[in-house]
């Protein structure tokens, strides 16, 4: 089945500065991956995705690169804010099952 | 749009209580829904899967019979937590799917923090 990993576990940043988040997985069929930002006990809100036939996908300060020869895709976060610090999870899915397998989580603090 | 509501937020109550979780597509049909348990500072555990009109898929290690599942409509998934016991106590989460395809993404309620005394 799929293995997801993500890393680093916790980034802490300065604000302004960017936030590179790493996944890898071991599905090669997999192919949907979306984002996840969950803010202390609230809901995880999806972010951005990005499926397998694109590279790149941007959406204002996010963007997310897909690698899929490595099986590797991140999340970049640019001029980050106090507002961005949350858990950020990772999730990759194939066209077979109807579940998503999660990372395990990163913990971004951007500090002021 | 995709909203997707969990109810109650917070649940206190004794061992041996069964406690049922609602989720709800408020806007939107979901033929799949998804339920979820949060340890702190962890990832999501997918629990069981739930269908429209059919027995929900459970994962390894998920005892059916303490998580009962049942997803009567295209809008309502629920939870319950039979003759819960201190080591249930958790963060609940559901999610649904918008639309058909499997390729779409997941939307989750605001998850249910149960604590049994």
């Known amino acids: 089945g799929e293995n997801v990993e993500q890393h680093p576990s916790t980034l802490s940043v300065q604000e302004g500065d960017s936030a590179v988040i790493k996944c890898t997985y071991s599905?090669?069929?997999?192919?949907?991956f979306p984002w996840y930002k969950q803010e202390l006990g609230k809901r995880p809100q999806l972010i951005i995705d990005?499926?397998?036939?694109?590279g790149e996908k941007k959406d204002q300060r996010i963007a997310v690169t897909l690698n899929k020869t490595a099986k590797h895709f991140s999340l970049h976060i640019t001029e980050t804010q106090p507002e961005d610090s949350a858990v950020y999870f990772c999730?990759?899915?194939?066209?077979?099952?109807?579940?998503?397998?999660f990372g395990p989580g990163t913990r971004l603090s951007v500090l002021p | 749009g995709a909203v997707v509501s969990q109810h109650p937020s917070r649940v206190i109550c004794k061992s041996g209580t069964s406690v049922k979780i609602e989720c709800r597509s408020l806007?939107?049909?979901?033929?799949?829904m998804f339920w979820y348990r949060q340890f702190p500072k962890k990832s999501l555990m997918l629990m069981a899967t739930?269908?429209?009109?059919?027995?929900?898929?459970?994962e390894q290690g998920v005892e059916k019979d303490k998580f009962l599942i049942n997803h009567a409509s295209l809008t309502l998934s629920t939870l319950t937590v039979t003759s819960a016991h201190p080591e249930d106590s958790s963060f609940y989460i559901c999610?649904?799917?918008?639309?058909?395809?499997?390729?779409?993404?997941?939307?989750f309620g605001d998850g249910t923090r149960l604590s049994i005394l």
């Open positions: 999610s649904a799917r918008q639309g058909w395809s499997f390729n779409q993404p997941q939307h």
């Open positions: 599905d090669s069929a997999s192919n949907y």
């Open positions: 990005i499926r397998s036939n694109v």
């Open positions: 999730a990759a899915k194939d066209n077979y099952g109807q579940n998503f397998v």
């Open positions: 806007d939107f049909q979901a033929t799949t």
């Open positions: 739930s269908n429209e009109g059919s027995k929900a898929t459970y």
